[in-house]
Nanobody, 124 residues
Framework: VQLQACGGGLVQAGGSLRLSCAAS????????MGWFRQAPGKEREFIAT????????YYADSVKGRFTISRDNGKNTVYLQMNSLKLEDTAVYYC??????????????????WGQGTLVTVSS
């Protein structure tokens, strides 16, 4: 599986962005997908995850109610809609695929494929 994330950019606090992650490979439609982020000087942290058919999602407390993860298996794409962005959301965002599981996971070691990251910068 190869993952290509895009949609990052510069946005003012309170604004919105939608990240996309296009996947190649036959296992996308039966794999768990997730988004993680890494801010400067900090460790990579879990943001959101979605099960293989989109029925189950799970979010980090820091983004719950503001971010929404979704997927379109017909397009092999997972999305992260980010609303009410805050300065502390500034980070490189990574999409990831856990090809060996089908339910949600917030654990980075469950993910065996990672995208290259897309930078989100939130300004005041």
């Amino acid at each position: 599986v190869q993952l290509q994330a895009c949609g990052g950019g510069l946005v003012q606090a309170g604004g919105s962005l939608r990240l996309s992650c296009a996947a190649s490979g036959r296992t996308f439609g039966i794999s768990t997908m997730g988004w993680f982020r890494q801010a400067p000087g900090k460790e990579r942290e879990f943001i959101a995850t979605i099960g293989w058919n989109g029925d189950f999602t799970y979010y980090a407390d820091s983004v719950k109610g503001r971010f929404t993860i979704s997927r379109d298996n017909g397009k092999n794409t997972v999305y992260l809609q980010m609303n009410s962005l805050k300065l502390e959301d500034t980070a490189v965002y990574y999409c990831a695929c856990a090809s060996r599981i089908m339910s949600t996971s917030k654990v980075a070691v469950d993910y065996d494929y990672w995208g290259q990251g897309t930078l989100v910068t939130v300004s005041s």
